[in-house]
């Protein structure tokens, strides 16, 4: 059973809109993180946190921002939505000292943007 | 530039043969690779990791190898099932914690 949810599963919206894709974990997981996955490509780290208050970016550029301000919630927010950001956004997290660091994801938010 | 190469093409296998899939990395000195699996429109699910100071580790029917030296890892599913057709990503720790993932490589059981 997954202990990381993300709402919403499926997004459709038109471009200009503010989204923002909530994420969950019920594990008390310190590390979290956002990734980027188009159809058929690799995950791309966009955004990553080590704890509250504790923010950075990841690999690939993105206009998103992120926040977290509780350790059980890592926010995703875009303020104005254009077709380039048509993409799947997955959530993960990890615990705060695994070196393996294993991810545990959610089932990921599918942005349309129209 | 670092890279993390997995087969692209689709590895189309009979039920109860055993799948191999190659993982290949460059410019990465990774203490560990792990293994995860995702399904169509699904969040990927770890499988398996390897230290590099391990050569191989079993798991039921997975086996991973890593070979620091050849910068590759070899992930076999023995017996393969039609409920392991799916795609398989390797993954890669560097820098402060973070996973770098290669594109996956698909994988059907044919039943």
């Known amino acids: 059973e997954a202990d990381i949810y993300q709402t919403p599963r499926y997004l459709v919206i038109g471009t200009g809109k503010k989204i923002t894709l909530e994420c969950s974990q019920t594990m008390g997981h310190d590390k979290m993180y956002w990734y980027q996955q188009d159809p058929g490509m690799e995950l791309h780290l966009i955004h990553y946190s080590y704890g509250v208050n504790s923010t950075e970016k990841g690999d690939l550029s993105s206009e998103s921002t992120v926040s977290r301000i509780r350790t059980e919630h890592f926010p995703l927010t875009l303020e104005s939505a254009r077709p380039s950001h048509t993409s799947q956004y997955l959530c993960?997290?990890?615990?705060?000292?695994?070196?393996?660091?294993?991810?545990?994801f959610g089932a990921g938010s599918r942005l349309t943007v129209l | 530039s670092q890279k993390i190469e997995q087969n692209s093409e689709a590895l189309n296998i009979q039920e109860g043969k055993t799948a191999t899939l190659t993982c290949n990395y460059t410019n990465y000195s990774p203490a560990y690779l792990q293994w995860y699996r995702q399904d169509p429109g699904r969040g990927p699910v770890f499988l398996l990791l390897?230290?590099?100071?391990?050569k191989e580790k079993r798991k039921e029917r997975l086996k991973v190898t890593f070979d620091t030296t050849l910068k590759q890892s070899l992930f076999h599913i023995t017996a393969s099932q039609p409920a392991d057709s799916a795609t398989y990503l390797c993954?890669?720790?560097?820098?402060?914690?973070?996973?770098?993932f290669g594109k996956g490589n698909q994988v059907v059981v044919i039943p």
């Open positions: 993954a890669l720790l560097y820098g402060n914690n973070r996973l770098a």
């Open positions: 993960a997290s990890a615990r705060g000292f695994s070196g393996a660091n294993v991810l545990t």
């Open positions: 390897i230290r590099e100071n391990e």
